[in-house]
């Protein structure tokens, strides 16, 4: 168990349909901290480099079409297990296998349109958090 940071996004569609502000309090409500937040409209290069692990999937060109249709709230948390754990309140990618109560089964749209990204690793999460945070963004709390 360690204090861990990651990073979360609320996807485009989520902002959309006005749900950012109860997604973002489930994470609140686990205990996890804000430690940086804002609302981004990501051009497609920006989302192309955040997503490029997946670059060669055949779902990628549609992933980053998606991601930049509207504005999205990235966010730092920070906590226990963060990573694990807002995973774990995210649920699966699939809405339709996500378990009950987690955040995709009750505000995803289709396995693309998944309302919520939280990084997958603490490899990733070094790689996500500064690729849309500078240092001076970021508020450490106690
Ligand atoms: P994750 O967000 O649960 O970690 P990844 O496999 O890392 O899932 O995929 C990144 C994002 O790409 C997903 O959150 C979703 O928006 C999109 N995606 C994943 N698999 C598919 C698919 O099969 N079709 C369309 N979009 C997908
Ligand atoms: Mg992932």
Redesign the pocket.
């Known amino acids: 168990m360690a204090i861990e940071r990651t990073l979360v996004i609320v ?1 485009p569609d989520a902002v959309a349909k006005g749900v950012a502000g109860r997604i973002i309090s489930r994470f609140e409500e686990a205990g996890l901290k804000i430690l940086a937040a804002k609302m981004v409209h990501l051009t497609k290069a920006r989302a192309a480099g955040f ?1 490029a ?2 670059k060669d ?4 060109e ?2 980053c079409t ?2 930049t249709q509207g504005p999205c709230v990235p966010m730092v948390l920070e906590g226990e297990d963060a990573i694990g754990r807002v ?1 774990e309140i ?1 649920g ?3 809405p339709a296998k996500a378990a009950p109560g987690t955040i ?1 089964r009750e505000y995803a749209s ?5 309302a ?3 990084s ?1 690793s603490p490899e990733s999460a070094a790689f996500e958090i500064p690729y849309l945070f500078s240092t001076p963004e970021i508020f450490p709390r106690s």
């Open positions: 996807k997503y692990v997946h999937r055949p779902f990628y549609s992933l998606f991601m995973r995210m699966a990618t699939d995709r289709s396995i693309e349109a998944n919520v990204h939280g997958d």
